[in-house]
């Protein structure tokens, strides 16, 4: 079984979090986390990247979407909302909305940003929209992790998030790191649970 972390990252934070989420699904027996992400998107229509990144996971396909049993989906904030970039691929995945190819399968989001109060909720929040309108089963952070309530930084109930600071140079704090790892703990928990 497998869950795809599917994130978009400019200066590192949010490949840091995929990376912690993708411990935590491995936590579980028998799920392996499958990271991808998305290449920038450019104002120049014609401009194209490398197929193959020059660091870091390969670009996502449909078939990634296609063949894991969940999802992880991952974003800077910016300005409240999440990156471009990744809406981009999601504006590409009408044939698997309308197979409903993702329907049914549970799914989770984490982001960060630069300031506390800078949008992670809402960023979290819309983040779930279009993974709803595919029909998949969005999972939060329920507060019986400690974590949720003690933070002084990132950690929302709607998903897990980081404060990197206006230099992203924040480290991810123990509360935030241990709140990735739970949630993708509890997601490859509930891909199997749901595939039982
Ligand atoms: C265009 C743009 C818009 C941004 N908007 C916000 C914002 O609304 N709130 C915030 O706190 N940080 C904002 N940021 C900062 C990023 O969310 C923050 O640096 C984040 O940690 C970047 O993640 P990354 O290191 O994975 O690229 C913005 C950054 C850019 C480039």
């Known amino acids: 079984m497998e869950i795809l972390v599917l994130y978009y990252s ?10 912690l989420i ?3 699904i491995e936590e579980v027996d028998g799920v392996t986390a499958r990271l991808r992400t998305v290449p920038s998107v450019s104002p120049v ?29 991952g974003s800077p904030t910016r300005f409240g909302n999440m ?8 504006d590409t995945t009408s044939a698997l909305w309308l197979s ?9 989001v984490f982001t960060s940003t630069s300031t506390l109060h800078g949008g992670q909720e809402s960023t979290l929040l819309s983040m779930m929209l279009p993974l709803l309108h595919h029909g998949m089963l969005l999972l939060g952070i329920p507060y019986s992790e400690a974590d949720l309530v003690t933070t002084t930084s990132g950690g929302t109930p ?28 509890r997601l490859a ?6 595939r039982l």
């Open 158 to 185: 709607y998903g897990a998030s980081h404060m990197a600071g206006t230099d992203s140079d924040q480290p991810i704090s123990q509360e935030e790191k241990r709140l990735c790892l739970s949630l993708g703990t």
């Open 22 to 24: 993708a411990r935590g």
């Open 100 to 108: 409903g190819a993702l329907s049914g399968k549970p799914a989770a």
């Open 45 to 73: 229509c014609t401009a194209v990247e490398d197929d193959i990144p020059a660091q870091g996971p390969p670009y996502v396909s449909l078939d990634d979407l296609q063949q894991c049993q969940g999802l992880a989906l």
């Open 189 to 194: 928990t509930t891909a199997s649970q749901l």
């Open 83 to 90: 990156a471009a970039p990744l809406k981009y691929f999601i």
């Open 10 to 19: 400019r200066n590192g934070s949010v490949a840091k979090m995929a990376q």
